[in-house]
């Protein structure tokens, strides 16, 4: 929904909450976002309007803003984040590398646009353990635990006398 005057946005603003404002419509988001621990995650959002970009701004879970691009000017507080295109404010999608688990949660992407009211869309993001990066802490783990286990079944043998014999 597009306001011509300012005066129509009052007018019109309260009735986005009742009928559904079609502003939203014009951000594309994935809904959903799967990424491993220590990779690189990418939410991506962006506006596909012809109207004038005044921000873009993403918040994480716990309401900071993590993320804000407004006239020439990135705000970016967390050195892991970053926007995947320079001074661009249609595709305001931001990357996160690394990922931790602790990234899990919703984030949020919010376009300010010219005559609009404020639009926002929310982004799952779903950091899993990265399985091969498991593999090497337990391979060594049982690799570790069988040598000790011959090591112990011999030592408990050559004790025993049994090897003793079969050496000689
Ligand atoms: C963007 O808008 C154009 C024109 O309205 C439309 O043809 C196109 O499908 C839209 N793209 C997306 C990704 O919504
Ligand atoms: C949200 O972002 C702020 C600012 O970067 C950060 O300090 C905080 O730990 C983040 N919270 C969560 C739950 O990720
Ligand atoms: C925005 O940038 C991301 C990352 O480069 C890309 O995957 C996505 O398709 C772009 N979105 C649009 C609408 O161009």
């Excluded at 019109?12 to 995650?41: M, N, Q």
């Excluded at 010219?114 to 391979?139: C, R």
């Excluded at 783990?141 to 003793?164: D, M, N, P």
Aim: charged residues 25%.
């Amino acid at each position: 929904m597009e306001f011509h005057h300012p005066w129509s946005a009052i007018i019109v603003l309260p009735l986005c909450g009742i009928l559904l404002c079609r502003g939203s419509d014009l951000i594309t988001a994935d809904k959903d976002v799967s990424a491993f621990d220590g990779k690189t995650a990418v939410l991506k959002c962006s506006y596909n309007g012809s109207r004038e970009i005044n921000s873009v701004k993403w918040t994480n879970k716990s309401s900071n803003v993590i993320a804000e691009r407004s006239r020439g000017d990135d705000f970016l507080p967390d050195s892991r984040i970053k926007f995947v295109e320079s001074s661009e404010k249609t595709n305001g999608s931001i990357i996160i590398d690394p990922v931790r688990m602790r990234d899990t949660g919703t984030y949020t992407c919010g376009y300010d646009v010219q005559g609009q009211v404020p639009m926002e869309k929310a982004i799952t993001l779903n950091v899993k353990q990265d399985s091969t990066s498991l593999w090497k802490i337990v391979i060594p783990i049982v690799v570790i635990g069988l040598l000790l286990s011959i090591a112990g079944i011999v030592f408990f043998l050559y004790k025993k006398g049994h090897l003793r014999k079969a050496f000689r």
